[in-house]
Nanobody, 124 residues
Framework: QVQLVESGGGLVQAGGSLRLSCAASGRTFSSYAMGWFRQAPGKEREFVASISWSGAGTLYADSVKGRFTISRDNAKNTAYLHMNTLKPEDTAVYYC?????????????????WGQGTQVTVSS
């Protein structure tokens, strides 16, 4: 059974930083791309970032490019989302997801396992 557990969310002031972690179990972590999505109240879930199985390839939403960095540690079966210069509009529940394949992808249909999410709140 595949499990993804996010951690690291919380309340932060605008301009601050947070690091989200996603601990994976139940499948060969290093064989699959990973992604982060977010959902703000009243909005649809949106793509944030994705990283290929090896970490060599990454994709970012335009809204976070230059501020967020996705990374992974295959030895620890963990993916990370480093978030800097946070803005109030970054407030959302953040979900990590494990992809169906090795390549990074923006398409939520390209992911078959999802975590429960972690709340990030950015105050102005």
């Amino acid at each position: 059974q595949v499990q993804l557990v996010e951690s690291g969310g919380g309340l932060v002031q605008a301009g601050g930083s947070l690091r989200l972690s996603c601990a994976a179990s139940g499948r060969t972590f290093s064989s699959y791309a990973m992604g982060w999505f977010r959902q703000a109240p009243g909005k649809e879930r949106e793509f944030v970032a994705s990283i290929s199985w090896s970490g060599a390839g990454t994709l970012y939403a335009d809204s976070v490019k230059g501020r967020f960095t996705i990374s992974r540690d295959n030895a620890k079966n963990t993916a990370y989302l480093h978030m800097n210069t946070l803005k109030p509009e970054d407030t959302a529940v953040y979900y990590c997801a494990s992809a169906r394949g090795r390549a990074a992808t923006r398409d939520p249909l390209g992911y078959d396992y999802w975590g429960q999410g972690t709340q990030v709140t950015v105050s102005s």
